[in-house]
């Protein structure tokens, strides 16, 4: 079935360094992808996003890095401040239907001071 | 601008007594979407709504659920009978062309 993935249910990070979260989405159709972060108690927040027709994209401290070949997406994160310490997740979707989401598992990060 | 509201926070239910979830979407946004989180789990898409209309209620469990936007008002998931099974996170989501999914704080929701 379709399904998104990541590799990593937990990641361990020192305050300063960079971080990569990766993510593995097995629905070739998908052409809109989507990194969000969950904190505690609260619903999920937009990071950035990319679509199918781009490779990289960045935005402030944040990367996001998309192989259709593996059908593959990283986040990188530089200089993880503990502010970053949240769930990650992935989403893929049709970019004609931007709202309908499907999600992987997650990942959490923690960021140690 | 205020973001998705949704309430209550925090919703206790026994098993078999009714839970209602309401969301009031962004200003301006038409669009609202419902999704499920289970413990240590991503979130699922349940439905999806416009004013009035739903579009897409392929996730949605074909029995006790139901949802509505009407024109005016917030947009309400409706859980009957409410079994163990139903306790989790429910978020909310609007948008509008262009933008991407803004997702409220969420409603949790424990059957006991």
């Known amino acids: 079935g379709e399904s998104v993935g990541l590799h990593l249910p937990t990641l361990s990070v020192q305050e300063g360094d960079n971080s990569i979260i990766n993510c593995a989405y097995s629905?070739?159709?998908?052409?809109?992808f989507i990194w969000y972060k969950q904190e505690s108690g609260k619903g999920p927040q937009f990071i950035i996003d990319?679509?199918?027709?781009?490779d990289k994209r960045q935005g402030q401290r944040v990367t996001v890095l998309l192989n259709k070949t593996v059908k593959h997406l990283s986040l990188q994160i530089a200089a993880t401040q503990p502010g970053d310490s949240a769930v990650y997740f992935c989403?893929?979707?049709?970019?004609?239907?931007?709202?309908?989401?499907?999600f992987g598992q997650g990942t959490t990060l923690q960021v140690k001071p | 601008n205020a973001g998705v509201m949704q309430n209550p926070r925090h919703l206790v239910r026994r098993r078999g007594q009714e839970a209602r979830l309401r969301c009031s979407p962004m200003?301006?946004?038409?669009?609202v979407y419902w999704y499920r989180q289970l413990p240590e789990e991503g979130l699922k898409f349940m439905v999806y709504?416009?004013?009035?209309?739903?579009?897409?209620e392929s996730g949605m469990p074909k029995e006790r659920f139901s949802a509505e936007f009407p024109k005016e008002g917030p947009s309400i998931l409706r859980i009957q009978q409410v079994v163990r099974g139903d306790s989790a996170a429910y978020f909310c989501?609007?948008?509008?062309?262009?933008?991407?999914?803004?997702f409220g704080n969420g409603t949790r929701l424990t059957v006991t």
């Open positions: 989403a893929e979707t049709l970019a004609s239907n931007t709202g309908k989401l499907i």
């Open positions: 629905n070739s159709a998908s052409d809109y």
């Open positions: 990319i679509r199918s027709n781009m």
């Open positions: 200003k301006g946004h038409s669009h």
């Open positions: 709504l416009q004013k009035e209309n739903i579009i897409d």
């Open positions: 989501a609007s948008f509008d062309r262009d933008s991407p999914l803004h």
